[in-house]
């Protein structure tokens, strides 16, 4: 049947780099050219891609609305999906749907200082918001980054955290969990509320997107609220097992909100009302 | 009977010995006894005993969300308990740390009653009651094992793939069963997926070998599997055929002798069979 | 007139023995019907029930296990073992009506390649007759 | 002045469409149980409302298995190729009012904001013939939640049993028009007034407890019998849960939709070993949640339909009816 509503389209992967021992991103192009050039999606927003015989997985796309040409994405190693996607190379062919998910209101945000605090595999959904942002510099005040990995070999992106702090009125603040620092290490040393907290991180006209394991979320909010930053003011991306991506096939509700077509950006103040069914 | 049973189970609560009884409550007629979960000795009048206790209480043990209530005493019947004795051999029972109530047991009304020779458990910590001396109240087989191998073997495979075409995997057969007790069973793996998980035929071909083979030389026959199953397929029939295997080779019935080395955890030199060239 | 009938036989084989039995086969350069693909194991022991299945399913014809004979196993009773399972999964494969001429069993050891190409023979030219085993593989086109 | 038609007349009609090569459902007996299955004659439909069937209709609509596309692999190129589906026209005969009362329901879920081709095509070819209810069982509760033994929900067309093997026959779409036209003869029984099963429960005390019952200790103590197999989202008439798997091999195969239910450990199980609803009553609060609370306040309706199933099918007599009749004492508890 003519089930377009799950039938993906076809992509050719044209770059696959190594971010860490068990992380890899993926660059990838329409095969059809008429399907790229209509293809649009707003950053934080996530697709569902295919590899076929494996099945279907969901992940960011942690490329910048702005890039034309491609679409990227971040996967671990750890199932089924993502042990087939380890072994594809480029010019090899995957399957996507989408985009889904509502993205950052990056137009609410015009005109504050944004604050990204991310862990562990966390970087690649706030990677597309920082290049967007910096890529219409004008519209954003500063921008303050804090990245935090277990262990220095595994900062996601890391050659682009130094790009970054290249750029006008951009703060990057890295970080390892203690005993996770190599000798030449010169970032910093501590979890990541603890290194919020030192950093002096001025919340005034200020919104933040903090995405990570739960235990960072749980630990960070605190400190947030200590600095001044209101639960509305404070975003993040939930993330529930998929299958559909566009609600109906009921797996990924956390309480009343549907992940997928509600979410998956929300903020602190609306994850307040959602049970902790996630 | 029930007087007895309530009072015991007071008893024990009241003593503190136990924290939960796992016992049967009244259900909607005509179905069979549902199970419950007596915490308080207050509530013990809610437990019954009668011809509708057809569940496998057993099948509790592995939960756990009742492990996580505390010391327990089951209610069980002979054929019940067979299911604790191969769970104990393969040490899934802390048999010490669970009190075991056995009912004398006057027929479930279930096909396994007819001619039942365990009309009281052999090894509970008191049993209730004494077995009347009429026959079990019994059911009858849809299709008995013999129909079914006086069929040819084609005949056969048609019949079980108009039963296995209305199976919608549901899984009631494995969770209804004291003896899959697996954290993740094999059908809930895909790295590889040597089960598929679609309901299709040939999935339900795969998921119904692996479920029987499973509980080759372990099932004691409860008929739980055959009860549970919505589309009402006879499922015992391939743990009947199992079982008459296991005795005939082996000269071992699971759940009988709680000393005795379980099939494929043991061998001999000395197995007889004529298929290997 | 659609090319003969070549039938496709899995055969399930223990890393010590048989294996080494189907080596020698070929060394001796003792011709065998080249229908049978060999997947070893390390044990008859390690042979699962389910790759019989998955044999039939993925579109085999028939299927043999072999393995070291009793006492000659390399893991002391990987073999012993296997005999047990393999008396009660006959049974339960017997009782679904699966076709059971599909289903080999031997003990071949690594001396006997002569033994192996005989095997191999015999099980081409039986399924020959036999027919390919279209019952399991249109269980998949009735969706059900 | 009613429109009539007798059982013999009916089943001529069932042979002819099965002659013309249409596909028709109806309750069948079948190794001790009454199910739902497609018939082969129409001696095999079962015209009476006795037993209700232990599934229900939406395996004709939403099937259990079901093909979305194939892929085939040749290197680093893949091919997507559509698979032929059935496009039979469809009829569904004696249908219990809870089932055909179940299509509207699900068509929100698949027809909403964007549409699912495998449901919305299958809905239009098939044509719904529900059978009045005048019988039911302790388990049936469609009073409770606003259906009755008459209900027309759904249905094309509705019969109602006047005794002695005639049944009235109440047209409702063009559908059932199509079907019935110059089929019936007119007539003057009246047919009688059908009394369905008492309240069980009210739904709206049950939403209300809903509101703020997420952390209630009532999920865990109503819910230790629980097994956690899918008996009842399994023979649930308007439960829509799926999965999406591939099956194949190193040439090709295909992605296919399965039926998954939320009482499965592994439905919402993360493969970083996370599972946000790790426990058996968190799931069944679940199950509760989306049928009497979320999706009501999505679409306005309640997603059940009061037939029972899960509660006459479930192996440890749990199922929604005995959760909400604990609710609904302990909402009126508060209350006195």
Known sequence: ?278 | MIEQLRETCRRLLDEGSVQVIIGYGDSLPGKPARPLFIRKSEDVDQLTWGPHCLPNLTAYLKRKEVKALGNAAVIVKGCDEKALVVLTKESQVDRASLHVIGMACDGVCAPKCAGCKMRTPRFADEVIGTPSDAEPKAGTRPVTLEDLMAKTPAERWDFWKGEFARCVKCYACRQVCPLCYCERCIADKNRPQEILTSASLTGNFAWHIARAFHLAARCVECGECTRACPAGIPLALLNRALAEQTEESFGYQPGMDPDAEPVFGSWKATDKETFIR | MSEPFEPKIVAYVCNWCTYLGADLAGTNRLEYPSNVRIIRLPCTGRIDFNLIVKAFEMGADSVLISGCHPADCHYTAGNYHARRRWILFRRLLDTLGIEMDRINFTWISAAEGKKWQKVITDITEKTRALGPYKAYRELHEVAG | MSAIIHESGLRTLIDGWLASGKLVAAPVEVSGRVLYQRLKSSGEAILESRERPANSIKQFLFPRHQALFRYRLNGKQVELVDSADDTREQIIVAARPCDAASLPVLDHIFNCDCKDAGFDEARQRTTVIALACNSHDEACFCTSVGLGPSSEAGADALLVDLGDSEFEVRVLTDKGRKLFEGRTEPGTREAPALEGPPRKFDAGAVRQFLANGFDNPLWGEESVGCLGCGVCTYTCPVCHCFDMVDEGNAAGGERVRNWDSCQFQMFTQHASGHNPRATQSQRQRQRIYHKFSIYPERFGALLCTGCGNCARNCPAGLGVLRLLEKIDSRVRQQHV
């Open chain 1, 1 to 278: 049947m003519c089930n377009n509503l799950y039938k993906p389209d076809l992509m050719e992967i044209i770059q696959v780099q190594r971010q860490t021992p068990d992380v890899k991103s993926v660059r990838v192009r329409f095969r059809d050219p008429a399907r790229a050039r209509a293809f649009s999606f707003r950053v934080g927003q996530f697709g569902i891609f295919s590899v076929f015989g494996a099945g279907e997985s969901t992940f960011n796309i942690c490329s910048s609305s702005n890039w034309k040409d491609y679409i990227e994405f971040c996967f671990r190693r750890t199932g089924r999906v993502t042990e087939a996607l380890w072994r594809l190379e480029r010019g090899d062919t995957i399957g996507f749907r989408g985009p889904y998910g509502n993205g950052y209101p990056v137009e609410a945000w015009e005109g504050k200082n944004l604050i990204f605090i991310g862990g562990g595999i966390a970087m690649p959904p706030i990677r597309c918001a920082v290049w967007y942002v910096l890529e219409n510099r004008e519209k954003y005040g500063n921008v303050t980054i804090v990245y935090g990995a277990r262990k220095v070999a595994d900062l996601t992106f890391a050659s682009e955290l130094d790009e970054w702090s290249r750029h006008a009125r951009v703060r990057v603040i890295r970080t390892v969990d203690p005993g996770g620092e190599t000798p030449d290490w010169k970032g910093e040393v501590g979890l990541i509320p603890h290194i919020v907290e030192r950093s002096q991180i001025s919340a005034a006209n200020s919104v933040a997107l903090v995405i990570g394991p739960p235990i960072m979320i749980k630990y960070t909010m605190p400190v947030l609220d200590r600095i001044g930053l209101r639960d509305e003011d404070i975003y993040t991306s939930l993330e529930n097992r998929m299958k559909c991506g566009v609600g109906k096939c009921g797996r990924c509700n956390a309480g009343h909100v549907y992940v997928c077509t509600d979410g998956p950006v929300f903020t602190m103040q609306q994850l307040r009302s959602i049970p902790n069914d996630f």
